[in-house]
């Protein structure tokens, strides 16, 4: 074997090896994962230990998550008011797009939303991360308006 060939093995054994932790620690979050426990600092300041209904899910490299915001009324079946129909969409959020793990940093890339400012093109969130057995602790750090001043850090436990 002459020593091009060996440079080239070489090289392909280096980027596997660099991109395995990577790809072991996505593997890791692949599932899906509801929020336990939301805290807020900053001035308003609070701990959310019972938040509304969500769900996030992981694949190998995309991503989907839709929550409530807030409790939402239900609605009438038939006839709901313009005032009742806004009243339910308003504290509903949802997304989807790519994923990419790097070290211990998340970042999301959006491509569908309910909030079209998250659709802009660059848009991104940035979040470091911990996996402890089943619990994912996400701390967002920055996004394309650069660092969070007062990050949120959420807690989800795995479902499935």
């Known amino acids: 074997m002459n020593s091009i060939h060996k440079g080239i093995i070489c090289a392909a054994c280096l980027a596997i090896l660099a991109t395995a932790p990577i790809a072991a620690a996505q593997g890791k979050i692949e599932g899906v994962w509801k929020i336990t426990e939301v805290t807020i600092t900053g001035p308003n300041a609070r701990t959310i230990s019972n938040p509304a209904p969500n769900l996030f899910i992981f694949t190998k490299k995309h991503y989907s998550e839709a929550y409530a915001t807030a409790e939402r009324p239900i609605l009438p079946r038939q006839n709901a008011t313009d005032a009742q129909k806004l009243a339910a969409w308003n504290p509903f959020s949802a997304e989807a797009g790519t994923y990419e793990v790097k070290g211990t940093a998340l970042t999301i890339h959006p491509i569908v ?48």
């Open 113 to 160: 939303a309910k909030g079209t400012y998250i659709m802009k093109p660059g848009s991104f969130l940035t979040s470091d991360f911990k996996l402890e057995g089943n619990t994912l602790t996400l701390t967002g750090r920055v996004d394309q308006d650069g660092p969070k001043e007062n990050p949120i850090t959420m807690k989800l436990v795995r479902v499935e």
